[in-house]
């Protein structure tokens, strides 16, 4: 069972850099719904997306998979067949708690998800037809995200997709204004105080560096996918398909 999220209610101290422990855990459902617009939408279309382009005798990933949604929206939705999904994330106590959740699941007809807990910089990728990498790529450093992106689009199949979503940033300066704005807005109709939006923010400025669009789209190219399109977007969140060029 999740908690509400209270971490960043109190006004003493400093919030220190976020990190994804036990405390994140046991509130990361609240937490990511209502700092995430539309999340729960992206999360069941990347299932539907993955439906899509899985193929028989194939792996899916599902790269800083947290709690496991997008794999576990995977497992509901691909009717492929030979599929096995791997969730991997760095954070231990994210896994045990993924663990947790998928021995409690008993859904009939859904593809099995195995864990691993795992840097993604050293995380195998290979005969994938799939790779979900949500809001993860910002917590990467940036000079590892072409390196990243490169194995992943090495590990896909031909004609295999990357479903990226990301919070980004924006080149005009009034834009990313106004894009902050309301996505400000929309945690405070989430009922965060000013307080807490304000500590959050200030716990992530050093761990979550987001890109622009270009940027992104200029990256995914260049590690040898050859189409980029947005298929999602609410405020300062994107979430973009690449497909894999034909080898």
């Not at 899916?60 to 997008?70: I, K, T």
């Not at 290979?126 to 809001?135: E, K, Q, T």
């Not at 199949?157 to 929309?186: D, I, M, N």
């Amino acid at each position: 069972m999740s908690g509400k999220d209270r971490l960043f209610e109190r006004p003493e101290g400093e919030p220190g850099d976020f990190v994804f422990d036990e405390r994140v855990v046991r509130v990361f459902p609240d937490m990511i719904s209502r700092s995430v617009p539309g999340y729960a939408h992206i999360v069941a279309m990347t299932g539907l997306l993955a439906a899509r382009y899985a193929r028989d005798d194939s792996l899916l990933y599902d790269l800083g998979c947290s709690l496991g949604a997008v794999a576990l929206a995977m497992s509901q939705a691909v009717r492929a067949r030979g599929v096995e999904i791997i969730a991997v994330d760095n954070s231990p106590a994210m896994i045990a708690r993924l663990d947790e959740l998928l021995a409690e699941r008993r859904t009939p007809g859904c593809l099995p998800v195995r864990t691993r807990c795992e840097d993604l910089m050293r995380c195998a990728i290979s005969n994938a037809s799939v790779v979900a990498l949500n809001f993860t790529l910002q917590f990467v450093e940036p000079g590892a995200r072409p390196l990243l992106l490169r194995r992943i689009a090495d590990g896909l199949c031909p004609g295999g997709v990357l479903l990226l979503s990301e919070k980004v940033r924006f080149e005009s300066a009034e834009e990313q204004r106004l894009q902050t704005e309301w996505h400000h807005a929309f945690k405070r109709a989430q009922g965060y105080s000013e307080l807490e939006i304000a500590r959050k923010r200030e716990a992530l400025e050093n761990v979550m560096q987001p890109d622009s669009l270009p940027r992104h789209r200029q990256r995914l190219l260049a590690a040898g996918f050859d189409r980029v399109y947005t298929w999602h977007q609410d405020f300062n969140f994107v979430s973009l398909i690449a497909f894999r060029q034909d080898r």
